[in-house]
């Protein structure tokens, strides 16, 4: 990434973006978003994991790391193609413009794709029928055990795949063939949206891309245990008889949380997974870098060590930290794969090993501005101290929005803490009475001006919104994922005042 220009880009997750179906879609809004950041000068667009979600709606607990949201396919350009028709769209619900409720649009969105599925079957859309057997050899490395998976899952009520009949836990030969034969029919229908998914997404990418946006993915370290991945890779995990795991992952108690976070995915058999070249790894870096020009790998420190915590403990307060796969991993997968274009997410406490295995890598870490104000002017957060290899943020997706961070200071960090933070963020930008209204651009302008290679604000701060903005709080479960942007918020002089900004700066 060290050759890469000065640049500057927007964090919108996909499910963010508007339209009228409940959920941001791969259809016309997405490219009018496109042609915005085009505007106003900006040459990475951010998004979250692009992997199917449950009705919590979280990117970062999925049944596949492989696989598409097929909730983001969209409904116009299946209209397009063929396998809607106008009719079908004409008794769409109102939606709420400002949130996914995730409740009302999985089924309304499944019942939809269903009917699209019938129309293919019943020869619709002749044209995607080569491009279809094209990609379903293509991927079938792991399409096939995802299709299969989530027919399963289906069959089964949605249950946990280790309550499933012991055979298809085991993945006997006979008893998965017998399951092929059964569900073929769903099987197919799976294939089939992740077929539609993957087309319509590529084809936003080459939009961007030829227009000089690159495309900024995200990929968290570990896997759901409730997932394809685990089910059909399960030598790869530390899993007892019954498939369940024996070891989680997580983090130690720190200074925010007196138990630690238990986070329970299983956790690697890196032991394992270094006997055969780290194959799955390299298969998952594969296709995520056919989808994105550019990685953040979540939870990077855990290449380096992790904290290993017994799946009978409730809390995260008795693991251990092991090591992990370091350098071997990195050296295989850039002999594997070539140059890196991966970020890693150093956020929290890292260690000088952690520092160092960036570095060998060349792999830019991150620095977010919200946790630059209150500890003193030597806060490698803070802009005069920022490398220039490195990405930054006014927040990220577990921030709050600025202005919602500073409007719940006290609540989030105390009333002494939060004072030496306000004096500090007053004393920086110079404020005045009043300005903390602008705050949001302050810190836009902060970055942007910085000699960070590389600068992100999510859409919510160019917007100026607080809290009702924010896209997930950490360690709740309830309301996050949901944030939708509305385009009648965006001004003329918002747009016109990123764009000089970018431009002045010289991103």
């Not at 992997?51 to 492989?66: I, K, L, Q, R, W």
Request: include cysteine; hydrophobic fraction near 40%; aromatic fraction near 12%.
């Amino acid at each position: 990434m060290k050759d890469w220009p000065r640049c500057s880009g927007i964090l919108l997750h996909v499910t963010s973006l508007p339209g009228p179906y409940g959920i941001g879609d791969l259809g016309a809004e997405a490219y009018r978003f496109a042609d915005w950041l085009v505007e106003t000068g900006q040459t990475l667009w951010q998004v979250l994991p692009l992997v199917p979600v449950a009705e919590g709606g979280s990117p970062y607990s999925s049944p596949s790391t492989f696989a598409g949201n097929v909730l983001c396919i969209s409904p116009e350009r299946l209209v397009e193609d063929g396998l809607l028709t106008p009719d079908d769209l004409e008794d769409t619900p109102a939606f709420p413009a400002d949130a996914v409720d995730f409740a009302r649009v999985i089924p309304f969105k499944q019942a939809l794709l269903a009917r699209a599925f019938e129309r293919y079957e019943d020869g619709a859309a002749p044209h995607l029928q080569e491009p279809f057997e094209a990609f379903r050899t293509a991927q079938a490395g792991w399409l096939e055990d995802y299709a299969l998976f989530m027919a399963l899952k289906e069959a089964h009520d949605g249950r946990l795949w280790t309550t499933w009949d012991p055979a298809l836990v085991a993945r006997e030969p006979a008893a998965l063939a017998e399951a092929r034969r059964t569900h073929a029919r769903a099987i197919h229908r799976h294939r089939l949206w992740q077929f539609l998914f993957a087309r319509q997404w590529q084809a936003l990418k080459t939009y961007c891309n030829e227009r000089g946006l690159r495309i900024f993915g995200d990929l968290p370290i570990y896997v759901a245990h409730d997932s394809a991945d685990v089910w059909s890779n399960p030598s790869l995990f530390h899993l007892d008889e019954a498939g369940n795991p024996t070891v989680v992952a997580g983090v130690p108690p720190d200074y925010f949380s007196e138990t630690g976070q238990r986070w329970g995915n299983p956790i690697y058999r890196w032991d394992v997974m270094r006997e055969n070249g780290y194959a799955w790894w390299i298969e998952r870096l594969r296709a995520v870098l056919t989808q994105v020009d550019l990685v953040r790998l979540d939870h990077f420190r855990g290449f380096e060590a992790y904290w290993e915590i017994p799946a009978s403990e409730p809390t995260a307060v008795n693991g251990r930290w092991v090591k992990g796969p370091g350098d071997d991993f990195f050296e295989t997968v850039r002999r594997t794969l070539g140059a890196l274009p991966i970020v890693a997410e150093d956020l929290g406490i890292i260690t000088d090993e952690v520092r160092a295995l960036m570095a060998r890598f060349d792999l830019p870490g991150m620095a977010v501005l919200q946790f630059a104000f209150g500890s003193g002017e030597d806060s490698p957060f803070l802009p005069p101290n920022f490398k220039e290899h490195l990405v930054a943020y006014t927040g990220t997706h577990d921030n709050d929005t600025v202005l919602g961070w500073w409007a719940h200071l006290e609540e989030v960090i105390g009333a002494e803490a939060a004072k030496r933070t306000r004096e500090h963020v007053r004393h920086y930008f110079d404020l005045r009475p009043g300005d903390e209204r602008e705050l949001n651009w302050r810190f836009i302008e902060a970055l942007w001006t910085s000699r960070a290679r590389t600068v992100v604000t999510p859409m919510q701060d160019v917007l100026g919104l607080g809290s009702e903005g924010r896209m997930n709080t950490p360690g709740t479960d309830a309301g996050n994922w949901r944030w939708r942007y509305e385009p009648a918020r965006l001004t003329d002089a918002m747009t016109e005042r990123l764009r000089r900004l970018t431009a002045d700066a010289g991103r």
